[in-house]
Each structure stands twice: as C-alpha cells, then as structure tokens.
C-alpha cells in the first residue's frame, strides 16, 4: 500500500491546550474503526509553555507513526500563529482547521520578538485551504472555555474517511465514563465545531 | 509521587506465559526483566527512561516487586546504581540499572569501568536512556565511546516490544556467557513505543538476594588491584570478547534481511530500523509491511561487532551504507577495518553522504539512501524523489517562508513557578549592585538563562552549580559571584561538590540551593527533602542539616521564595556578609507544577460535590495600567499577556492575565518589590459560595451599582 492510502493529521498548539488529548481521541475513534493508527508527539517541554505537536497517522498497515513535511491531509490548529509554523506540513490539498486564537509567547509581550501580523491572512495567501474561527467565543458562548478542544474536533469531524458520528461518540463515550453531566454539553460543542468548518 | 501514574499499567507485569502483553517500551522493559529472574533493580531517573524508573516505583508500591524477590532502589545517583552491580560479580544474581545516558554514563562511570574490569558472574544489565536529537535536554554524544572503552557490550535494539524483551533477556544470558556488563540502549521513542508480545512467566531469582549473603564468595581476582588489573585487561581480549562474539552469532541476535538479493546492501543500528524502513517507504523502496527489496544487515549488538557476519554480507556486494547515528562515525570506521583485513573490496559509504551529525529521522535519512542508490543502486533500485524534492515546490517555498515569520515558542519556566520570584530577586539585585556572575546548574531553574530574565553563564552538570564557581572564590571577585543548584543536583552530588568543597577550600560564595520539594525536571520524584510521606523512602530530611552537617555556619532559609522583598534582601545580606566561609541561601516553595497536579483535581470534586472551593488568581486593572510591560520583563509568566487597551484614546495595549493564572501572586510581588505597578490585584473566585457570603455578594453588586449610576449622572454635561 502506499504513502497516500494513509491519512495524515497533524495537531498543533501549545502546552496545556489540549493537543495530546485531541490527538488521542482521534487516534482512539481510527482505531475503532479498524485502522491500524500510530501516533507521536513532541512534548517533552510543553507542560512548561513550550509549542505542542502530536502526529496521527492511519490507514490499512501504518509502521511510522512521523507525518513527512508536505505530506499532512489535515492540520488541527490550536493557536494560530502555530498554526502557521506548522502549515507548509500540510500536502497542498490538505486542509487546516485554525482557532483564531492569539497566545503572544513571553518573547513577544516582552517586546523582543513580534507576533506575526495577519496570520490567517498569511496561510491563505500561501494557498493553504483553511477554515478559521475562535473556538474559544463558540466555547465561551456554550458557557464552558474548556469546550474548545471539544470545538475543534467537531470541525474536522466532516473531513475524516470515517462518519463524523462515530467520531462524536467516541469524545462522548469519554465524557460518560468521567463526567456524564458533561455529556449535552459537549454533543453541542461538536456540532458548533462543525457547523463553524 | 512522580509526575506520571503507572499504577494501573503495572498490573500488566503479572500477565503468565503465553498471554499477550500490551503496552508501552517501558513497561515492556520491565516485564522482559522479571521474566528474566532479575534479582534488583536500581537507576536514577532522566528522560527518556524516567518513567522506566516510575514503573518500577509504582510497582514496588504494588507490592509486584515484592511477589518475585525482586529489589528496587531508587539509586542516589547513577553512580550509585552502577555500583549497585557489584552484587553481581561474586554471586550468580541477575542484576538491572538504569539511567539517562551519556550524562548518566559519565556519572557511573568510575563504577562502571571498575564493573568491567573485574567482571561478573551474574548477568549485569544497564539500561540507557540514550537522549539524542529531536526534544534532547543534554549535549549530543554517544554512549558508544563508554562502550568501547570498557569493553562492555552494547546492544541496539530494533525498536519493537518483541526485539526489545529479546535484548533484555539475551542480555542477561549475553553478560554470564562472556562475564561482562551488557549496556542495552532505548532511544527516546523506543521507550515510548506502544506494541505487543508474547508473554512468559515470571521468575524468581535463584538464588534469591538473601540465599547468597547465606554463602558469602570473596574471590580477589574479581577485585581490581594490580596485579589483578593488568589480568583483567588480557581477560577481556583473550575470553571475555571471544565468548561475547560467540554468543552473538550463535544466538543471531544480529539479523540480516535479504530483501530481493542484489549487490548492494545497508548496514545499520538496530535502533535505525524503523526510521531506515520509513526512509525506504518514502523513496517508494518499502511496503508497508516494511518489505523492502534492499538487503539489510541489522545490528542489534553495535559492540563488539561480529567481523565475519559483516564480511560475509559486505563480500558479495558493490557497495554498502553504514547507518549510524551520531558522531565520530565508529562504525564506519570499524567496518571500513574489519573489510580492508580481509581482503574485501566492498565500497562503504556512509557519513559522505548522510548528515555527519544530529538525529536520524526518516527525513534526514532519505537524501543520504537516496543519494547511496542514485549512484550504486542500479535500475532495479531506483528511489523517488527525495527531501524537499519530494514537496510540492510552491508549497515548500512558501513553508520555509512562512515558518521564518512566526516567533520561537522556548520552554521556560511553568506559570507559578516558585523560581520565577527566586531569578526576579536576583534581577532586582542586579539592578541596584551591578551585574555579576551566575554559576547555574542542570534542572528547571536552567531556563533562567533565557528571557526575560537572562541570569546565568555558565552550567557545567547536575549538582555542579556550586563547584562551577570554585575558580572565582578571589577577594577581588567574592561578593560577586553567585551559584545556583537544585534540590536534584544537591542531593545527586552537590552536598560534596559545591558544599563541602566550598567549606573545605575557605570558599565566600553564594551559593542558592532550590529547595521545592521534588526532582522536578525528571518527572517529580521524590527526593530525600521531600516534603512528600513515601512508604518505600525516607522523606522530610531537611536540606538545611546537611549543608550546615559540612561545616555550614551562614545559612539562611527563604521558606516562601514568592516574597521577592525578603528573597531580594537575603541575597543583599549574602553578598554583602563579612563572614568567611560560604553562604548559602535554601529558597522554598513547591514545585508548582506539581502542587497543581495534586489541588486541581481536589478542588474539582469539591466543586463537584457542591462544596466551597476557592481558588486565587491576580488581574490587572485596565484603568490603571500604563502598559510599559515592566511587569513582563520581571516576570515572563505565560500567563500574562498584552490585550486591546478598553480606552479608546490609548493605543498602548494592556497588560491582561490569562485563564492559566494559579494564582501565586508573583507578578504583584515583583510589581510591588521593583516599586513599579499599581494596577494589580488579587481576586479569590469562590465556587459553591456560602449563604453569608451571596448576601455580601448581592449588597456588593448593589453598591457598586448605584456608585456606577451616580457616576455616569455626575459625568453627564447638564
């Protein structure tokens, strides 16, 4: 089988945003599904504020679980000037999903480095195919900030080879076992995610 | 308690023979060493085998350990634990250690050369966490130059649960058959792999601990003593490497794939596979089974090497790849030797063509396979574009162009951090006294070196913050210099290093040891000062006793390093002392990272069960703040950051703390200390409040409601 019969997603963020548990969802929906799914990050730092990437990969066989630069089908972007650090991983028909988000570095807000001007402005200029949106108002809007990482994967639920219920009902299945009152408002929080891609 | 719970995860260690075993690298590891009859274990944690270090905590408090005879020590340093081996030189006991390496290795070093001169009767393993490339924390360089120096073996290890249960338990028979130390090296990923194999049963070890001190074995020429030593030496060339190269081949522990036959092949470290195969996929040279019509020969065991195993799978080629990861390219050059002896002419490339150094990813890899095969492939053998060339080009462009753009996202210290307060005093101070020298050491407090705070020139190991700054203990330069080391390192070494070596040489330094409860830059394990009740150890022993136990007199504990003030004025205090003798500083305060690990899930089953729960947190009052930033450039919080300014005749934005806020109240501290800030202010937000304090609510509302009405009224033009 081939490079291409794999699908690619690449979720990036920021430490404590919930990059590595978008990513485990994700990887836990695929393997439900009966794909074989490898998954990497890099996180060693990110707990302390450093910059999150967590790689899924999955399709019939998969052995590595690294996304080859260019090579990515979909982008989750947490933040999104990382988003922008992160997009040339996208293949030139992959797809970004971007929380419109701004978390300036402590480098920027002290004044020694600046935040890129127009970020989303920037990936579309570049041919990046992306939909842009703050989870975080749609979150806030639901009366839960926590929702976002809830949010952002509704919005890629519809770009998956693999119904976006299935993906809905393995985020809820979560919430049963842990929080069950959590439930409704997180079923709201993946439609808003959706409907907003 | 460490960072990471592995106390459902272990269970899995009592799985008998013929189940499936799941799970991750480490635990696999575990699992492989007490189907091997381990007899103890010992290690100090360091990525990437910190959690290596927390399952084997985990179960022991599991009583797992305990089932078998099996006994763990939570090794003071790596050195420590390499001593710890020595129970295997008279005694037939199986015996594993375990470290961050090289770092590690050089710490256990001593112990470890005296290991392998004498050698060892029971099978001696040591597990390297080799931390190298993408997310390392150290300086790059091999573990294997210690390998070859000693003459221990070192194995390699594709990196699948089978191949590494394989290792451990081929390593311990590996060390009895040729009376050496094996070191068996997982690199990062390999400790993370998740995957499966076949279970055996448990062992327990024959003899156990106790049945050998029943039997005491003093044999002294396992001792090193010359004339003993010089006996060692001609041991290990004349039986002991012999008996190791036997073993090896006779048990195949190096493999060779030979694809689609052919006359080129590659040669590469056990450890590569995957990221060889993956290479080879991407050159379109691999399936996804990992089928590949390339001839490999893989080294599970990088030292010693089997020669004719490598001329024999050299002899009928045109031309080989050496894969190594690392430099100096040993390999190569071994195998370069091993076909030049014997009259074979094989062409080996190698370093030529892939990148001298830095980490092996598939992508680093494929231009170096690619380039190998454009020039001695063939037509059968042909690879698909590679590198960038394998990119859509306007996409690779405009990448490369966009990445440059966005600012650099560095680790640094946790919002909270009690260490945050500690380098904002030393700030402070330097404003008033002038610049000095900082002697900084290994751990969290490293990131102290980067802004906004910039203290710090040097570090020159863990526990060696004191020791870096023995060189500059001269009367015109004493009240200048200043050290810094952690709870970690002071306990590792630094009580001897810097303390003791401070009293002993008449040393005035400042020394500041960061005291917050944990060894925290590994994973937050417990330390002989933690604060923390542990049942396996022994907690709460005060760092203050040990450093004044040396000979110590000016001591001063800061027991709360979040009042910048009084940090700020006894480190003047330290500075400015006409004593003689060092001065140490002890700053307090938990670790944050972990303290939070433990409250914010207490105080969300509070809320939960509609208890009262209060949680603080600062602000910034919009109204008031200048936005000059001088908060940030003495805080670098992560959780303060700029917003909009709400007046619209001001366009310098505000500064505006974030959600992440715990609450710790240094950036008012330092506000405050530096005389700078006004505008912030500290606000408990109280979940499941009582009725009394609704009602105080409700009137609160109401007042500011009505002085909000009257306000606007006044402010109207009549």
Redesign the interface.
């Known amino acids: 089988m081939s490079e291409s019969q794999t699908t690619n997603i690449l979720v990036v963020g920021i430490g404590g945003q919930g990059v590595m548990t978008a990513a485990e969802i994700l990887a836990e929906a695929a393997l439900a599904e009966g794909y074989d799914v490898k998954k990497t990050e890099v996180a060693g730092m990110a707990q302390r504020g450093g910059m999150v990437t967590s790689h899924v990969r999955f399709g019939e066989r998969v052995l590595s679980p690294s996304i080859a630069p260019g090579t990515a089908d979909i982008m989750v972007g947490f933040e999104v000037a990382e988003a922008l650090r992160w997009c040339h991983y996208l293949r030139p028909e992959g797809v970004a999903m971007v929380n419109t988000l701004q978390l300036a570095p402590p480098v920027v807000s002290v004044g020694l480095f600046e935040y890129p001007d127009d970020p989303v402005g920037k990936m579309r200029e570049a041919g990046v195919k992306l939909y842009a949106f703050d989870a975080g108002e749609i979150a806030r809007g639901l009366g839960d900030l926590r929702l976002v990482n809830t949010v952002m994967l509704g919005a890629i639920a519809d770009h998956l080879p693999f119904p976006a219920e299935h993906l809905r009902e393995r985020i809820l299945e979560r919430f049963r076992a842990r929080k069950p009152e959590a439930v409704p408002i997180n079923e709201q929080a993946f439609e808003a995610g959706r409907q907003a891609a | 308690m460490a960072e990471r719970s592995f106390a459902k995860e272990v269970q899995d260690l009592r799985i008998g023979a013929g189940e499936t075993f799941r799970g991750e690298g480490i635990l696999a590891v575990t699992k492989a060493l007490l189907q091997s009859g381990v007899a103890y274990v010992g290690g100090y944690q360091g ?1 990437p085998i910190s959690h290596l270090m927390d399952v084997l905590g985990d179960a022991q408090q599991q009583g797992i350990l305990d089932e078998w005879g099996v006994h763990f020590e939570s090794s003071a340093s790596e050195a420590a634990a390499a001593a710890m081996l020595a129970a295997s030189v008279n005694y037939p006991l199986r015996g594993a250690v375990t470290w961050k390496s090289p770092v590690g290795t050089n710490v256990a070093s001593d112990a470890l050369a005296n290991l392998s001169s004498g050698g060892v009767k029971g099978g001696a393993l040591v597990i390297v966490g080799e931390d190298y490339g ?2 390392s ?1 150290i300086m790059q360089e091999r573990t294997h130059a210690f390998a070859m120096k000693s003459q221990l073996w070192l194995l390699d290890p594709r990196p699948n649960l089978e191949s590494i249960v394989a290792a451990v338990e081929h390593g311990f028979a590996l060390s009895e058959a040729s009376r050496t130390p094996v070191m068996l090296e997982l690199r990062i ?1 390999a400790c993370h792999v998740y995957g499966e194999f076949t279970a055996k049963a448990n062992r327990t070890p024959s003899p156990t601990l106790a049945e050998a001190l029943a039997q005491p074995i003093q044999d002294t020429t396992r001792i090193t003593l010359p004339p003993v030593a010089f006996q060692h030496e001609q041991e290990k060339v004349a039986s002991r490497w012999p008996d190791a190269v036997s073993y090896i081949r006779e048990h195949h522990l190096n493999e060779v794939f030979q694809g689609a036959g052919g006359d080129v092949g590659l040669v590469l470290q056990g450890g590569l596979y ?2 060889v ?2 290479a080879l ?2 050159l ?1 040279l691999a ?4 089928a590949t019509p390339l001839p490999l020969y893989v080294m599970n065991v990088t030292y010693p090497l089997v020669d004719d195993e490598l001329v024999a799978f050299c002899a009928d080629k045109r031309a080989v790849l050496m894969v190594e990861e690392g430099q100096p390219d040993f390999l190569e050059q071994a195998l370069h030797s091993i076909l030049r002896k014997a009259g074979v002419a094989t062409r080996v490339e190698g370093k030529g063509l892939l990148p001298a150094a830095g980490e092996y ?3 680093a890899l494929e231009e170096g396979v690619a380039g190998f095969l454009v020039a001695h492939g063939g037509p059968d053998l042909q690879p698909g574009p590679a590198g960038s060339k ?3 080009p ?3 462009e ?6 440059g ?11 909270g951090c009690p260490e945050r307060p500690l380098f904002g005093a030393i700030k402070l101070l330097q404003q008033e006294l002038g610049e000095f020298h900082v002697s900084c050491d290994i751990g ?1 407090h490293l ?1 102290s070196i980067l ?2 705070f910039h203290v710090g020139n040097t570090t020159m190991g863990y526990g060696l913050g004191a020791a870096g700054s023995a060189a500059f203990n001269v009367p015109s330069g004493r009240r200048k210099v200043l050290s810094v080391m952690g709870d970690g390192g002071f306990w590792h070494n630094g009580l001897t290093s810097g303390i003791g070596n401070a009293v002993f040489n008449k040393s005035d330094n400042v020394i500041v040891i960061i005291d917050n409860g944990y060894s925290s830059a590994t994973g937050g394990q417990d330390l002989l000062s933690s604060a923390a009740h542990n049942p396996a150890r022994s907690t709460g022993n005060p760092i203050e006793n040990a450093v004044r136990g040396v000979g110590v007199s000016w001591v001063r504990t800061v027991p709360w390093t979040y009042d910048v003030g009084q940090v700020r004025d006894v480190l003047r205090d330290a500075l400015a002392s006409e004593e003689h003798g060092p001065k140490v500083v002890i700053a307090q305060s938990e670790c944050m ?1 972990n303290k939070q690990r433990r409250e914010k899930p207490r105080i969300r089953a509070r809320v939960r069960e509609g208890k009262r729960a209060v949680r603080q947190r600062f602000g910034v009052d919009a109204d008031v703040c200048t936005g000059d ?1 001088a908060c ?2 003495l805080s ?3 959780s ?3 917003a909009d300014n709400p007046d619209p005749l001001r366009e310098q934005p505000v500064t505006q703390v ?3 806020c715990v609450g710790c109240g240094y950036c008012g501290e330092v506000a405050h200390a530096a005389v700078l800030c006004p505008s912030f202010y500290r606000a408990d937000v109280v979940h499941n409040p009582s009725l009394f304090e609704r009602a105080v609510d409700r009137l609160r509302q109401r007042a500011i409601d009505w002085l909000a009405t009257r306000a606007v009224t006044v402010e109207r033009p009549t």
Not at chain 2, 287 to 290: N, S
Not at chain 2, 405 to 415: D, I, L, S
């Open positions: 990525a993408e997310g924390s990923r995957n990221s195969i993956r996929q991407l379109g399936d996804a089974e990992g990813t598939p992508f394998r990119l859509d306007v996409a690779a405009a990448g490369a162009r966009l990445q753009v966005v600012p650099e996202r560095p680790a640094g210290f946790c919002t969290c990131f802004p906004p990272l930033r940030m450039r670098g919080c992560p303060l950051t700029l974030v959600d992440s």
